[in-house]
Structures are given as structure tokens and as C-alpha cells.
């Protein structure tokens, strides 16, 4: 089936030319996103993801182009129509179109572009075998709270964890602090048992996946401190993992060709990944010990 895809109040093909070239997320990433799971037809924390748009536009100032109940049937109908239960949707928003120009457009129309597509989610051997990381140093800008479609470091991060055969660059702040990833937020378990992860603040985006878990944890009576951690805690640490809406809760058992511990996922770990993907409707909850 053809993908289609909303933009600006039509429904077009994926392929159409429907963005203008003067949008100003083009010529200046100016503008925000969002990625928004769907299990079995099922938006998954819809109201968190709103929440965190409408953040990350009042921070840039940007008018939402349209109200939160209206976002919402506009992904439901892109679903539809592209026939989609087990999806990725992909939201951005645009300061809008205007002679390019530095500043703000007088009346600017915020540009809406919807797309979804089929999930991309870990296989179940990739949950249990975990991933490798790398570290890089971060070079991204100070607001990394705001989820903001200008992600020229993240790629580059990416990329050259790719080429090195792992899953994600974690990037390394000039203390030697481990921040996140390029896409995912990161943890360590301490020798204690102890959740140990970034704090808020404009160092990191502040994941939804990241949220869950820290409720999670403390159901479980686990204790979450949020903090920064070293690289150098990182490798002594009993286990390490990273979470995000698309890679869920996923191990890291390898960070710039060390091994964490002995290698293999820790029972913290997966304890939460079996919790998480239960709570998404991605597993029976009968499958969580
Ligand atoms: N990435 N940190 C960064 C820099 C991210 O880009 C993301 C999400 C996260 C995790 O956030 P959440 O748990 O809300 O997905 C943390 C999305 C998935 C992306 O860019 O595709």
C-alpha cells in the first residue's frame, strides 16, 4: 500500500512534493517533533507526548498549528489510512513558511507534517542479547530538552556508531558525565541495585520511555537516583541500559568495546524490558515474573 501522509489539513502520498521550500524547519530546523508508539491500533502515552510538544513549542515560541484533540483524530486518520496497528508516528511542527529570514515570520502558520510507518521495534533476540555502544563527546546545542527537529550531532553520533557496529553514541559532557544518547536516554545499575541515570534539565530530553521506567522502578520498590554518571561508573557498573519510545527498554552490554560486567544483559534489566513491553501491550502481562 502507498504510504500517505497528513500535511497542513490534506492527506497526500508520501512522495507528493507537499512542504513548501521555504518552511523554516528546511532552511533552519526550526521546528519540533515528536515519535509517538502504536501497539495493536493503540496510541501509547499520547497524552505525555502532547504534553512534551506543546513544551517544546512554547519554549521556541511557535503557536501549535492546531488543538491537542485535533493532533489527535489527524494520527488516527493517518493510521487509517495507511492501515497501520504496530507503528512509529513521526509528528513535526514548523515555525511555517516565509522569505527566509532569520527572524520570526510576523503572522507565522506553523507547518503540520504526519507520518507513520510499520514498527520498527527491537526483535525479541535483540532484547535479550543487548547492544554495543560507543561514547563520543557531546556537541550538541545547551537546549537538548526541547525536542527540536535540528539533530545534526545526533546524526553524525549515530552514524559513526553504526560504522562501529553498535546501536548508539552516548554522548560525553566536558566533565566526563555520561548525558544520553543520540536517540534514547542512558542508565547504569549500580553494585547496589540502583537505578542510576541523567537528572532533567537542558542537558538531556526528558524521555517518556524514561518516565515510565522510573515509575516502574518504584513500584518495584527499586531505587532510582538521578544523577550524573561517570564513564568510568559506567564500565564498573553491574549493568547498564538505554530506553526509548522505539529501542523500549534495551540492554547495553558493551560500551566503546568493553564489556559491562560480564557481557550479558543484568536481571534489573530485563526485569523492567519484560515490565515495560507488558505495561505497552507488546507481551501478555502474564509473561511478567
Ligand atoms: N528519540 N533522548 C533523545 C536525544 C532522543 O531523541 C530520544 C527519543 C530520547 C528518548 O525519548 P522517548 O523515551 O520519549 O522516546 C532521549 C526518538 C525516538 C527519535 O528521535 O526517534
Request: glycine fraction near 8%; charge should be positive; proline fraction near 4%.
Amino acid at each position: 500500500m502507498a504510504r500517505t501522509a497528513y500535511v497542513n489539513g490534506r492527506y497526500v502520498g508520501i512522495k507528493e512534493p507537499a512542504v513548501r521550500i521555504e518552511d523554516r524547519g528546511y532552511q533552519f530546523a526550526d521546528g519540533v517533533y515528536e515519535v509517538i508508539k502504536v501497539v495493536g491500533g493503540e496510541l501509547r502515552d499520547l497524552d505525555r507526548h502532547m504534553a512534551r510538544l506543546e513544551r517544546s513549542l512554547g519554549e521556541l515560541r511557535i503557536e501549535p498549528p492546531v488543538s491537542r484533540r485535533a493532533l489527535g483524530a489527524v494520527i488516527r486518520e493517518t493510521l487509517r489510512r495507511n492501515g497501520l496497528k504496530n507503528a512509529i508516528v513521526y509528528v513535526q511542527v514548523s515555525r511555517g513558511t516565509a522569505p527566509r529570514n532569520h527572524l520570526f515570520p510576523r503572522a507565522p502558520r506553523a507547518n503540520l507534517v504526519v507520518t507513520v510507518r510499520r514498527a520498527p521495534f527491537p526483535s525479541a533476540a535483540e532484547l535479550q542479547d543487548g547492544c554495543a555502544v560507543i561514547t563520543v563527546a557531546d556537541q550538541r546545542w545547551g537546549r537538548c530538552d526541547i525536542k527540536s527537529i535540528s539533530l545534526l550531532a545526533n546524526v553524525l553520533a549515530k552514524q559513526q556508531a553504526a560504522e562501529a557496529g553498535c546501536r548508539e553514541a552516548w554522548q560525553i559532557d566536558e566533565k566526563g558525565m555520561v548525558r544520553e544518547g543520540s536517540a534514547s536516554n542512558a542508565w547504569i545499575v549500580d553494585m547496589q541495585g540502583r537505578l542510576i541515570t541523567h537528572p532533567l534539565g537542558p542537558e538531556i530530553l526528558g524521555g517518556i520511555t524514561r518516565a515510565r521506567v522510573i515509575e516502574m522502578a518504584k513500584e518495584e520498590g527499586v531505587e532510582v537516583i538521578e544523577r550524573p554518571f561517570t564513564l568510568d561508573e559506567a564500565l564498573e557498573a553491574r549493568e547498564a541500559f538505554l530506553t526509548s519510545t522505539s529501542s523500549l527498554v534495551m540492554p547495553v552490554v558493551e560500551i566503546d568495546g568493553r564489556s559491562v560486567a560480564n557481557g550479558k544483559p543484568g536481571s534489573v534489566t530485563m526485569a523492567l524490558q519484560n515490565r515495560y513491553r507488558a505495561a505497552q501491550g507488546m507481551i501478555a502481562k502474564s509473561a511478567v515474573t
